[in-house]
């Protein structure tokens, strides 16, 4: 497997993976991957993973935010969201963030157990954050 940036090549694949991770859930805006720096798994020159993430200060602390995390469904289990989730974390500790925040619904056991195995704690539920569906939001230290 090969963990790149994202290109302008990649973001039709992108795309077409969100739709099929999140079934339900709107597009991302035309301009979402201008505004969010995106990880790509790839095998043999496919895309079976992206992720894109933000760095901000929140309260004065550098903190790494988690916007997408999203394998194709026969690639997972594999390792492949740890393998991205830990990249974009090293990423942002090279530029100095302390902190991750991510959020995710009460349900999702494997975003959870990434979280979980990284040392991070559930700390705040947000009603509707997901249409219908109350998020959970996820800290920990990098
Ligand atoms: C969440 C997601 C990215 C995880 O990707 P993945 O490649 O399957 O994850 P990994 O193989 O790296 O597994 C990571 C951990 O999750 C656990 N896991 C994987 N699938 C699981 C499941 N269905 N139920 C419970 N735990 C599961 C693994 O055992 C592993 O935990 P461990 O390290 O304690 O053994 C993937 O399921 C996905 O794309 N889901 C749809 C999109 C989504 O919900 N994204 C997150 C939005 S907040």
Redesign the pocket.
């Known amino acids: 497997m090969k963990l790149e940036m994202m290109t302008r090549k990649d973001e039709t694949a992108i795309r077409a993976l969100f739709t099929e991770?999140?079934p339900g859930m709107a597009e991302r805006p035309r301009r979402w991957f201008q505004a969010y720096p995106t990880l790509v798994a790839s095998e043999d020159g496919l895309v079976i993973?992206f992720?894109s993430f933000s760095v901000s200060a929140y309260t004065g602390v550098p903190m790494l935010g988690?916007q997408?995390?999203?394998?194709?469904?026969g690639?997972?289990?594999?390792?492949?969201?740890?393998?991205?989730?830990l990249e974009r974390c090293a990423i942002g500790q090279a530029v100095g963030a302390r902190m991750f925040t991510?959020?995710?619904?009460e349900d999702?056991?494997?975003?959870?157990?990434?979280f979980?195995?990284c040392g991070y704690h559930a700390c705040q539920a947000v009603p509707k954050a997901f249409g219908e569906q109350d998020g959970v939001v996820w800290l920990g230290t990098l």
């Open positions: 991770c999140h993973g992720t988690g997408d995390l999203c394998v194709r469904p690639a997972r289990g594999t390792g492949v969201g740890l393998a991205l989730h991510g959020l995710t619904t999702n056991h494997a975003m959870i157990a990434i979980k195995r």
